[in-house]
């Protein structure tokens, strides 16, 4: 089948002028939010960004499937969205950033159209869904040219696990630029886990991180330097669901449930609610079979997190990051790379009680016990300007590994480098069975960091998929520089 392009009609004057400015359009969730205003190209009378919100919490509005089937288009596009009094440039999906939720039931099918009216080539991934990477679903092969619109058709399988996913462009050399300009957003698949009474009586909340480059023009925004390319760009602003260190209001004796990503393209997080312990119920791959109590979340760029929290006394808490360090380009090019710390939000706590809501009951998977018919190893490694993956730069056409369909393999991810990188791969989610720092994480995991001189061994099951597809390195710089390898399963 050949890709589908239909050639756009020519944009009204009227379309055209009304494009020049968005809002970022939010719902609160099952709370009050406050109501969205035209911009109009002045300054918002509201301030939003800085401080805001305060009376409810908003995140990005969300699509729903409608009869198994969530059909929308997304429209790309470059936009002045508000920051605080004043707004900065950026790449939109549907007039915001972050982009609409997507959310969806097992056995749905997505039929997106993807509406390209920037001047850039792009395309679409949907990180963490374990569906067919093949002709117009999740084939990160594709490209959409500049005013082309191209409709994706993306079956999710009925026994898919519920979870935080996520969409984001992936055009090789390209995808570190749109993505840190703001073009990604969250997928959302529910599963029985969040028909329980118990879930549903939680406050449930998505927490995009992202770091933006505040600027008014496209050029400030995106352009990087070699340096930065190298470093992993990062941006000194940081923000939650497109928002400055906003104003998340709880209720004591509530019991809060929060969906966590990473969208930055290259900021590590360490994550700390002041005065709470998370309770970790879910990661890249869906729930785990126990929760986890934990201070500290380490979340790199692409990972997810379910976590409970209990707000039983009142009060502000700040959530925060601390600094991460993440190695150093080396070759006696500059010191230490480091995340920034930083306050992400403000947790105000209405109130005093303490949540008598039980804890929801976890899935336990059957447990499996399949045979590792190969092992393999993967380097990441870096020489000069060159960022390489088993001692190549990307070649889309070449495929640097074949499995076979049904089989499961066990990968040792190396990284001989002096920096960081946090290895993933499309469609198929793997254990991770041992690292050589820390403890292995739990759970199903699409994403998995391999420090500087370390590594971490997979199991990952080519199950029920075929199809070719990518690994690299989620720093999105690194990807753009050749940390990539196709994977055919067949
Ligand atoms: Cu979010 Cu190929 O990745
Ligand atoms: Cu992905
Ligand atoms: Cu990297």
Redesign the pocket.
Known sequence: MTPRFSRRQVISLAGASAAGVFLAACSGNKEAAPTATPANGVAPATPRGEGAPTTGWLQPRELTSQNGVLEATLTIAAAMVPFGSSTRWALTVNGTTPGPTLRVRPGDKLRLSIDNQTLHATNL?T??LHVSPSRNADN?FLEIPAGQIFEYEIDIPPDHRGGLH?Y?P?LHHH?AEQLFAGFFGAIIVEDSFDAQPEVEAMQERLLILHDARVGATEASVTGASMMDMMMGREGSTLLVNGYRNPDLAARAGSLERWRILNASTSRFYQLALEGHTFSLIGGDGGRLSQAEPTQQLSLV??ERAEVLVRPEAGGSFRLSTAAVNRGSIGQGMGGAITSSAADLLRMTVTGSGVATAGQPALPQPAAENREVTRRREVVFSMQGMNFLIDGRPFDPGRIDIRADLGTTEEWTVRNVSTMDHPF?I?VWPFQVIEQSKGVAPSGLKD?VNVPAGGWARLLIHFGDIPGKT???C?I?DH?DMGM?GVIEVS
Do not use: A, D
Request: hydrophobic residues 30%.
């Open positions: 991934h990180h963490g990160p996520w984001h992936h995808v760029p692409g993933h499309h994403v990518v690994y690299h989620h999105l990807e990539m």
